[in-house]
């Protein structure tokens, strides 16, 4: 009886929010959570270093929501696996702290898995203070899927993708770090979730974006072209890693890796990253 207890109390999704300085925004991500059409759910929040958050911690009290402070600062890739590592739910997603989710998001994410057992990531196009942004989808055979992925995709949008939590994937999903920057982390855990399986959308925006200074990416803009080169090629060398280990065809991953290296024939990839290659 005690094992079925057990069971039952597991949620259907966890929602894992990794945090830090995140006062200003934190208050409108975790109501955004809480406001899911699905009520079945945990929400897992990671307060990076136990950074001073008084909106945050208002929260831990709320019975949705299990709240941790590591005891060091991790920084935005090991506090994401901390947070991810400690989900129980049946599926399972990354809410970064400053963005939103509409009250269906989990809802048609998940219906896009439960209806598909090809598709392993479910998300939605995205919505910024400029517009919608389309997100693009990765389909076919896990060859296909790789390949795709290592010559045209660099947008993370499935980092805020659903996705169903098993255990025994856990050490090939994890995201892994690239140091000093951890310059595009995001993007190689779209490679790691197409090993699994597709990559589909809703078609539509569910999920708002906010776009500032502080964000990740912006800090990557800023880095010296020999820095952000030699960030680049490790982030290669990481997807051609991955590719390798699904793929039985040595020359077709070099070739991949070889393309992907000159960021200006990856399609996805933004301007100042294209121009650094020149």
């Keep these: 009886m005690i094992l ?24 409108e991500t975790l109501l955004s959570a809480l406001c899911q059409t699905v009520d079945d759910m945990e929400i897992v929040v990671s307060n990076d270093g136990g950074y001073p958050t008084p909106e945050l911690e208002s929260f831990a009290a709320h019975p949705k929501v299990r709240y941790f402070e590591t005891e060091r600062r991790l920084g935005w890739v090991k506090n994401s696996n901390f947070a991810l590592s400690n989900a129980r739910g049946k599926f399972f997603m990354i809410l970064p702290h400053d963005d939103v ?118 800090a990557w803009t800023k880095l010296p072209q020999t820095d952000l080169i030699g960030a680049w090629q490790e982030h290669c060398r990481q997807m051609g890693d991955i590719a390798a280990s699904r793929l039985d065809n040595t020359e077709l991953v070099s070739e991949l890796v070889s393309h992907r290296l000159d960021a200006r024939r990856v399609s996805e990839t933004p301007a100042y990253l294209k121009a650094a290659m020149f």
């Design 4 to 27: 079925f207890a057990f069971l039952k109390r597991r949620p259907l999704i966890s929602v894992c929010v990794p945090a830090y300085k995140s006062q200003d925004t934190i208050r």
């Design 101 to 218: 989710l509409r009250p269906q998001y989990v809802e048609e994410c998940v219906n896009i898995l439960e209806r598909n057992r090809d598709v392993f990531a479910a998300y939605s196009d995205i919505e910024v203070d400029q517009g919608v942004v389309l997100a693009s989808e990765v389909a076919g055979s896990v060859e296909e899927r790789i390949i795709e992925v290592m010559r045209n995709r660099y947008n993370g949008f499935s980092y805020r993708a659903v996705m169903p939590r098993h255990p025994k994937n856990w050490r090939n999903l994890q995201l892994k770090p690239n140091r000093p920057s951890d310059f595009c982390v995001d993007t190689t855990w779209i490679l790691q979730q197409a090993c699994f399986g597709e990559l589909r959308k809703v078609a539509r925006p569910l999920y708002w974006k906010r776009i500032n200074e502080r964000n990740t990416h912006k």
